[in-house]
Each structure stands twice: as structure tokens, then as C-alpha cells.
């Protein structure tokens, strides 16, 4: 067996010429590549710096750190980007049209790139913790879209980091589906059910080469919760306890997904406050800190996901009770973290964040005033469409006040009312199932609303002249307007 060549960052870079496509590992900034893109970076401020053009199309698994999309945005080499980014200086690049970028459910990143409609892509940059020269790699902190990355890749660089305390052989699940004519059911029926590999095998002859990296992941805090986001918490614990009261859920309870941010972690954290809810386990995209918490007092069983995505303290006390955890935590590739068939089969609770919601339960989750990129649809569509309950939250205002996230209409649309089935604020909570138009807008109004921005909306709710969805065409965007003249939805402020 022929020995992998090592090879530097800037060795590896130059494998990467302008107008390539790359694909590069990482979900969140966890197992994100990390010091090739650097050298990318500055290879393309070189390029620019003598007059050259470069950019090239970048596709990861979901967001991921700053080495990677901060280092290229602010080198302007990202000509465009899929599935989704958080990184500010990207945004920036995105919103004044400097990068072109798609937004796409990430379950569906994978095959889109085995049929071909993301087009070829020249190389994969995968971040590993071991590799072997018959071209096994274990990957790191995240699966993401790496095994069919780097199998539809041309060539392949791995960036081996060896900054892991632990083996991580056997933290992964690695199963990639047939394709249309011929895929076969996906034989998972549990959390904890393993179908697949630990390693992801790849064709060694397409490994140009490996680059050491003792790079950590370069994953933020999270904000302490305040008081907003831990009364939102608390009633999405009362909501869920109501509804195992009432039989709607069963007691042994189902497993939960839960989105990224300051609001997630602080759901999570009042479910596991809750006395009535029982010990649970989580089916999601990712692990947050709050999961490992959880798992510490056994509120959390088992946690499946594609990515570890934890703060550097968190994910050394996960590494020093290794032991403990690698039995409970597995994480797979996000076609199948957020495979629609698995959330239908295993009856997956989804909560996820809203930018703004209107009277009916549209959500937008990916735009501010309609048109400025925020993050990206994520897996908040995976979930949402196919959950055995479908939540949404987000604080009734935005802004200082400024903004009312609830609306009459919203001005991008994610998620269709047909699948958002709950809606939760620090007010209180709509359920929104089985109910018209026009008991879901009253419902709204009257549990969701901030009470300044109640007799606006209750306005525009009354202004209306009859038909099945009260809706107003001419003054739909009234607050909308409003926000973009005066700066606050509520009109001009007058000084106290
Ligand atoms: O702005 O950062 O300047 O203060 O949006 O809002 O309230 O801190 O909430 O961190 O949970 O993020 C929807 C963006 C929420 C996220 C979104 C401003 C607000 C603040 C952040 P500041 P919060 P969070 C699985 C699930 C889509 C993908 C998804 C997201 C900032 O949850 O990207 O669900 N979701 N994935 O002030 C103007 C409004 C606003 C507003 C909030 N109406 N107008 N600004 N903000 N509402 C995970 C993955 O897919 C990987």
C-alpha cells in the first residue's frame, strides 16, 4: 500500500485554482477544515494583490468557523455558497452581492450533489482524526456532507488533526443511501441504531495528500439565558408536559430536535428542569452544550445527531468522561440526521427559532425585511415538515422593541402554515392545530403578541372585509414599512 504524502497547507492550496468548486467538511464549526482554507485565503489575497482573479464556489455541510468562511469572505475568493453560513463577514459579502448563495434543506445537500445539480466538484477538504493509506478516515467533531464530499471529489485533502484526547473511532455512523430507482428503505427505527461504518472509505488514489492540524474548533460560547429566552423555555417544557398529560404524547415521550442559538440552549435547558418530563433522547442535527448537561444528570439518554457542536470547556469534560459519553452520543451524516422518513418514523418533536411569524403561522426563519440573508433555512425545513409536533419560538419583539416578530404577513417564507403546528413566545403559547385562519390569528394575538403591538395587529386582524384567511393585501406590510421609515414598527418615537 502506497504511504499517504504529507503535504503543507500551502501545498495543499495550490491544488485550488480559481473557478473551482470545493467542498470542505464541517457542520457548524465543528470538523470544519480549518488551515487549508486559511492558506486558501491567503493565496487569494496574493492572487488579488497582483492584479489576478480568484474565487472559487464553496459547499460545506451547514455554517462553520472562521478559519474556513471568515478567512475566504474577507478574502472576497467565495463565489458563491451552499447550504447555509453564519459568519458575518460571509453575510456581508451575501448581502451586497458579492457572493452568490443558495440556501437549501441540508438532508438534501448529499444527493443533490450525487445527481449532479450542484455540478462537479474538483476537490474535498476533509478534516479527519485518523487517516489510513488504504484510505479509511475517521472523521472528527461532525459527519456533515463529508462522505459524499469526498466521494464525488476529484481528488481529496485531508486535514489530519490530531488535537482530539481521544480515539474517535466509533463516534460516527457513516450510510449513504442509494439513489433513485433504487434506494432501499433506511433500516433505522432507533436513536441509538447503527447502520452504517465507523470510518468513511475513500478511493486512497484520489487522496493527493494529508496536512497535519492541531487547530480546535472554533465553536463561541452561548449568551447566559435572560429573561426572555428561559420564559420560552418554561413554556415549551409546559406545552410538551401538557400534552403527555393529555395523552397526545406518549409516556416513555419522543425524541426531541432542537435548532442552534441562544434560544435553543435555553429550551433545552427547561425541559430538563421540568419534573413531569420524563428522561428523553434527542434526534437533532446537532449537540449543543446544554445536551451534555443533560446527559450528565441522565435527563438525556442518548443524543444522535451530525455534529458536536460544543464550546472548548464543554467538549474537554465530554473528552475527560469519555467512557460515559461515547455510549450515549453518535453522530451520522445530516442525510440522515435529518432524514424526513426517520423524523416521521421515530416521531421526532421539532422546536426551532423564527425570525417572524405571521397571523396564520407562516414562518420566516432565514430573512430580515425580506430580503437581508441571515443564516439559511438549516434543517428547520427537514424538521418542521415532518415532525410528529412541530414548534416554533422566537421573542414576541426584536430590536429593543422595535420590531414585533409577529406580523400580519410575513416577507419570506420558509415554512408554510401547513406545517407549523405550535408557536411560542415569552408570552405564551398558540396551538395552532386544527384550527381556520382566523382562530389561528386570534390565538395568536391574544398568547403570542407583545401586548404593545397587540391593538395593531388586532387592527388589521378587524380591518378585515371577508374570504376564508383575513388577509389585507393593501396593508399586509404595513408594519413592514414602517420599520423601514421610521426604524420601529410601532412609528416614529416620540422622546419622553
Ligand atoms: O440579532 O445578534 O444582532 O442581537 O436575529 O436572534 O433572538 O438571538 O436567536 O440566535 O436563536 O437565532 C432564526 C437566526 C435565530 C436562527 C435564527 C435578530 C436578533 C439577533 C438572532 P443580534 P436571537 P437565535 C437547525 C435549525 C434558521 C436555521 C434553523 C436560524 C439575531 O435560529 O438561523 O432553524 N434559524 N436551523 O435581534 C430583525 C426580526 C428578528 C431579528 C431576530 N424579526 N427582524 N432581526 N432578529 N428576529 C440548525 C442548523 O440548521 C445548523
Redesign the pocket.
Known sequence: MKKLKELTPEEAASYITNGMTVGFSG??PAGAAKVVPKAIAKFANDEHNSGRPFKIGVITG??TGDSLDGELARADAVAWRTP?Q?DKFLRKNINIGKTKFFDMH?SQLPQNLRYGFLGKVDVAVIEASEVQADGKIILTTSVGASPTLARVAEKVIIELNTSHQESLYGLHDIYEPLDPPHRRPINLCRCDGRIGTEYVQLDPNKIVGVVASRQPDEIGGF?DSDETTMKIGENVATFLASEMRSGRIPSEFLPIQS??????NAVLGALGDNDEIPSFEMYS??IQDSVISLMKEDKIKFASATSLTLSPEVLKQTYDNYEYFKRRLLLRPQEISNNPEIIRRLGIISI?????VDLFGNVN??H??GKEM???????GD?TRNAYISIFT??SI??GGA?S?IVPFVSHLDHSEHSVQVLITEQGIADLRSKDPQDRATAIINNCVHPEYRPQLLDYFQSFKGGHTPQTLKTAFQMHERFLEFKDMRGPQVPA
Open positions: 457542520f457548524t451547514a455554517s447555509y453564519s441540508l449568551r435548532g442552534v442559538g441562544n434560544i435553543a442535527e446537532v426551532n427559532t423564527a425570525i417572524e426563519s432565514t430580515v425585511m441571515m443564516n439559511g433555512i438549516g434543517g428547520s424538521f422566537c421573542p426584536a430590536k420590531i416578530t
